[in-house]
């Protein structure tokens, strides 16, 4: 007779489970980006260096992807840390400190990019796939389609 009968916590329950992430989710998210950052970067397995390919990226997309590819390794158990300070940015980029200032001042006022401490910055992770789907669409033309095509 009672067992239809929800407690308050089993109806709260319910009513959250639609913005839970769960653990596929997440996977999930982390293969689309995977897929959409392939393009643009590689990490090296021994070292956690990021490799940006050789396309014609602005310095504000060469700064997200490189923080990208820190983030990337970090999670991959590759890299200890996530975060880099910008002098570090400016020599795996080999673009001058006072070129990188104002876009990466533009992505930490955009949000894409945090800072959790003065001179150091990370990718925001909530803008990780939003900002690669912008970059991938800016580039969708035949130079990642032959990159890809050596992947096969």
């Known amino acids: 007779m009672f067992a239809n009968i929800d407690t308050e916590y089993d109806k709260k329950k319910k009513i959250l489970k639609d913005i839970i ?9 982390l293969q689309r980006i995977v897929k959409l950052a392939k393009p643009f970067l590689r990490i090296e397995e021994n070292t ?3 490799v940006l390919t050789n396309f014609a ?15 990337l390794a970090y999670h991959s158990g590759i890299a200890k840390e996530s975060t880099t300070k910008m002098r570090d940015i400016s020599d795996a980029l080999g673009v001058a400190v006072t070129t990188l200032s104002a876009p990466l001042g533009r992505l930490v006022r955009d949000h894409i990019v945090d800072r959790p ?26 130079r990642i389609d032959k990159w890809n095509s050596y992947e096969k």
């Open 21 to 29: 992430l769960k653990e596929e989710d997440a996977l999930a998210q």
């Open 57 to 71: 990226l602005t310095n504000s997309e060469k700064i997200f992807l490189f923080l990208l590819g820190k983030y």
């Open 117 to 142: 401490q003065k001179d150091t910055y990370q990718v925001n992770p909530h803008k990780i796939e939003t900002t690669l789907k912008e970059i991938s669409q800016k580039y969708s033309d035949t």
């Open 48 to 50: 956690g260096r990021v």
